[in-house]
C-alpha cells in the first residue's frame, strides 16, 4: 500500500518545538497523513511515548542528532544517539540500533546542514524540507547530492508547530508499520513531495516562541493538560 508520512517532526519536547503531542496526530490527519516520524533533537523519549500511546495512527520514532558536522536524522529507533560525535561515528551507532541513516537539509542554509559530508554511509537523503531556505536551491542541491550517491530521497516538513505538520511528505510502498516503511525507504521504494512553509504560519510560529519565551508561565502554546509533557520551558504552570 501507498503511506503517506511527513518524516521530520519535532514536538515539544525540543528545545526549539511547539507541537503538543495530544495536538500532533490531529494536525497530521488533517493534512491527510497517515503516518509521522517523530525526529526531535538529540532524544527520543517523546516519540516512544507516543508509540505506546498513539494505536490509530502510524508513529514513527526518530531522533535528529546533532553530529559534529551537522544533523543527522535516525529513523526507527528505540535508544537516543549520543550527540557531537562524527558524521561517520553518528550514521554507525544509527546502524548500531538498527535505525535508517537521513542526512536531512543537507543543502539548507541557515541549518546545521552536512553539504559535502553526505556520503553512501546513509539509507536516504531529505531532499525535500519544508523549512530549508532558499526552499528552491536546496532542493535542487540536494538532489544532486542524492542523485550522485545513488541513495533514496525523502521529505519531512521540519516541523516545529502543529499547523506546519504536512507541509512536505514522502510517498512510501509498504505495509503499514514502521519496520515496513524503515526498509522500504532502505530499498527505494519512497517519492518525495512538498512545498515551503508559508511564511504566515513561520511568523505565528515565531511570535509563540517569543511568548513562550518570555512568559514561560502563562503561554498557551504548550500545555500539560494530559500529564504527557515534563519539560519545564513548555509546561510548568
Ligand atoms: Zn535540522
Ligand atoms: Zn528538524
Do not use: W
Not at 515496513?180 to 515565531?206: H, M, Q, Y
Amino acid at each position: 500500500m501507498k503511506v503517506k508520512v511527513d518524516l521530520h517532526v519535532h514536538t515539544c519536547y525540543s528545545y526549539d518545538g511547539l507541537i503538543k503531542p495530544q495536538e500532533l496526530v490531529f494536525y497530521a490527519k488533517k493534512a491527510g497523513l497517515n503516518g509521522v516520524a517523530i525526529t526531535d533533537h538529540d532524544r527520543v523519549d517523546a516519540a516512544l511515548k507516543m508509540v505506546k500511546k498513539v494505536k490509530d495512527f502510524l508513529i514513527i520514532p526518530g531522533t535528529e542528532v546533532s553530529s559534529l558536522n551537522g544533523h543527522i536524522i535516525g529513523l526507527n529507533l528505540q535508544e537516543t544517539v549520543p550527540k557531537n560525535l562524527s558524521v561517520e561515528e553518528t550514521v554507525d551507532k544509527i546502524h548500531e540500533l538498527g535505525g535508517l541513516a537521513v542526512a536531512c537539509h543537507p543543502k539548507a542554509v541557515l541549518k546545521a546542514s552536512l553539504g559535502q559530508k553526505t556520503s553512501r554511509k546513509f539509507d536516504a537523503v531529505e531532499v525535500i524540507n519544508a523549512s530549508a531556505f532558499p526552499f528552491k536551491r536546496s532542493i535542487e542541491k540536494a538532489r544532486e547530492i542524492a542523485n550522485k550517491l545513488g541513495l533514496p530521497q525523502v521529505a519531512g516538513s521540519d516541523a516545529h508547530y502543529a499547523p506546519e505538520i504536512g507541509t512536505a511528505y514522502t510517498i512510501v510502498e509498504t505495509e503499514f508499520d514502521c519496520d515496513g516503511v524503515a526498509k522500504a525507504i532502505k530499498n527505494g521504494l519512497c517519492e518525495p513531495f512538498g512545498k515551503p512553509t508559508p511564511l504566515s504560519l513561520k511568523l505565528k510560529r515565531e511570535i509563540l516562541n517569543l511568548k513562550l519565551k518570555m512568559f514561560p508561565a502563562k503561554s498557551d502554546s504548550c500545555s500539560n493538560n494530559d500529564g504527557f509533557c515534563n519539560l519545564p520551558q513548555c509546561c510548568d504552570s
